[in-house]
């Protein structure tokens, strides 16, 4: 029997112990081991919140925080409408930052099928930070992509992409990769900046991604340049930290 079905894996005599600390992480640990050792199996269901409290004897408030901290270490995904499910042994994908690479080609290079839902698009007067960081006037518009990126069913990305309306004059030509289409116009960037910083979800952001309101994530903010140094591309991506590395090469400089 799958520990998930056995009702006696939650039972406070295998897993709580007085004064080694809250019985969330307690909780927390026991589940998290059994998936690590394999007696949770991938894909197993956990009870409901309701049931596993019963079965645990303690309040939902605590099943809810140590599941939700399952699923921020990417142990366990929660599927809305569905209930909790165990993710083993999944691998973080590693993304160097020393190539400018779309996120389909990363992926398929991967052996990952990706898919894009497009949350919205179209062409829209400048938000400050696309004024700013594309070099438009006010009185410009940008062309701009909001989409929710996944790869083999999984979330793994916010992308909101803003062009130069001259650069992308009609954002309903991309389907799943920005970059192809600039290839085909002759405007892919020919280098780009990016700055990576840590930031945790809001509600919105959070159910999008399939993680808990408040998760870690990774912010990204990237400006892509033609060779001639305009710059044509501002992307804001919101990674998932848990199964998303960001990888660069350091070298010592001669002195």
Known sequence: ????????????????????????????????????DGRLADGAQLPPERELAELAQ?????????????????QVDQRRGAGSFVRRGSVKLEHTLSTLTSFTEYMRARGLTSTSQVLARGLFPPAPDETVALGLATS??????????????????????????????????????????????????????????????????AERMALPEGAAALLIERTGYLASGRPIEFTRGLYRPDIYDFVAELRLEDT
């Open 140 to 205: 410009a518009r940008v062309a701009r992509i909001e989409r929710l990126r996944s790869a083999d069913g999984v979330p793994m990305a916010l992308e909101r992409s803003s062009l130069p309306a001259d650069i992308l004059p009609d954002p309903d030509l991309v389907d799943l990769s920005l970059y192809t289409v600039l290839r085909a116009a002759g405007t892919a960037p020919h280098r780009a900046l990016q700055r990576i910083s840590a930031v945790n979800l809001a509600a919105r952001e």
């Open 1 to 36: 029997m799958d520990g998930a079905t056995d009702p006696g894996f939650f039972a406070p005599a295998l897993w709580h112990r007085p004064g080694r600390g809250p019985r969330y992480q307690q909780l927390h640990d026991h589940i998290a081991a059994a998936i690590r």
């Open 58 to 74: 303690v309040s939902r408030v605590t099943v809810r925080r140590a599941i939700t901290k399952l699923v921020a270490a990417g």
